[in-house]
Each structure stands twice: as C-alpha cells, then as structure tokens.
C-alpha cells in the first residue's frame, strides 16, 4: 500500500492521516443522528489531526493554525443553536483570513490573476459566485446575521482568489470546493425548507466537500514543501 508520507502505515504522519480520515468517515455516517459528544469529537478530530499532520511535517505555521482554527469551528457547528453557528462562523471567519495570508506569502502574487487568463476568469466566477450567494442570503437571514455574514462571504471570497495565487492545483482546488461546500451548507441552512427531503444529502456533500478542500489544501502544502 502506497502512502503519501515516507514510511509504512505506522510511520507517524501516515498514521495520523489515517486517524483524520477514519474520524472523517464516522462523522459522515453520523450525520443524521442527534448531536452527542461522540459526533463532535469525530467531527473536530478528522481536521484536527490534519493540522496535527502539518506540525508533524514541518508544514508552515499559518497552515497549522487555519486547519485549528477549522476544527474549533466545526466544534461549535457541530452544536445547535444560533450561538454555536456564531461561534463557528468566527472560527471559521479567522482561519480564511489566516488561509489569505498563508496563500498569498506562498503565492506569486495577485498580478498572476492577470498574466494568466485562466486565473483571471476563475477569480471572477468566485466573485459572481459570492455576489449571487450574499444576495440571496440577504433576503433570507435575521437583520442581526446580516453583517456577519457578508463579512464572512468576502472572507471566504478573498480566501478563494488567494489561492488561485499559489502554484499548486491541489490547493486551488481544495479552495474552490471550500467555497463550493460553504455555497452548500448556506443554501442547505437558509434557503431550503425545513421538511425539504434534500437537505439529507446536502448535509452528506457539505461535510464531503469540506474535508475534501481541507485534506487537498493540507496535501497541496506538505508534498510539496520545497516549492514553498
């Protein structure tokens, strides 16, 4: 069995990659079940141990420090109550702008955007993207949200198109399904009904999503360190 990191399946950053992606999969089978203190610890600990695997690596700090701040947002989300979502969106709000730094010091800067088109067209589709998602939640959310979430949306947006700076199409990629996954979990939390029989697999390809972009963006960073 082949593994990214040097060393058998017990070596340690291989193993603790295994525990992330175990914790992963138990939340995924647990997502239509109340909240317990099991289902949250599976929860924080499959990004938790992803930022344990960068410390492991030597990754750079700013990467240890979004994928903890990541996990101490999916804590409290994995909470209900208005309180616990306002608490998740701050975690979360820190570790884009943490993301935003750590892409833009790898990165070779925002003038990419414009000497490669691709780069360009993928930026504006992001910022389309964010503009229809906050016009839509405008009308849908409490006065008291409002604000908190428009900065969150250009948060998540600034994250996006910093990382479309960087040379590594896995960490381009774990942004764009980050942005993809939080588009989701959005529509899945204000737009859709309540009784809505979609909101069961929304919830299923928010969680797949996310972990996806999160393991992408932390793979992007560890093999391939020299670039960085």
Known sequence: MTMPFAGGIDANAN?????????????????????????????????????VLAALQGGPLLLVAALALS???DAFLSRDGEKAFLGGLASFLIAHIVYVALFLRSGGGLRLLGAESWRG???????????????????????????????????????????LTTGSIWIIGGALLF??????????????????????????????????????????????????
């Open 71 to 73: 996990a101490v947002g």
């Open 179 to 228: 942005m993809a996954s939080d588009g989701l979990l959005a529509t899945e939390k204000f737009l859709v009904a309540a009784i809505s029989p979609h909101r069961a697999w929304m919830r299923f390809a928010v969680w797949v999503l996310y972990y996806v972009a999160q393991l992408a963006i932390t793979l992007g960073f560890l093999l391939n360190q020299a670039s960085y």
């Open 121 to 163: 067209a993928i930026a504006l589709a992001m910022a389309v993207f964010a503009i229809v998602m906050l016009a839509a939640l405008w009308r849908r959310v409490g006065p008291g949200l409002r604000i908190p979430i428009t900065v969150y949306v250009a948060a998540i947006l600034a994250m996006g198109v910093s990382a």
């Open 15 to 51: 193993a603790t990659l295994i525990f992330s992606l175990a914790a992963a999969v138990i939340y995924a089978f647990t997502l239509g079940m109340p909240p317990t203190l099991a289902r949250s610890a599976a929860k924080t600990l499959a990004v938790a141990m992803l930022a």
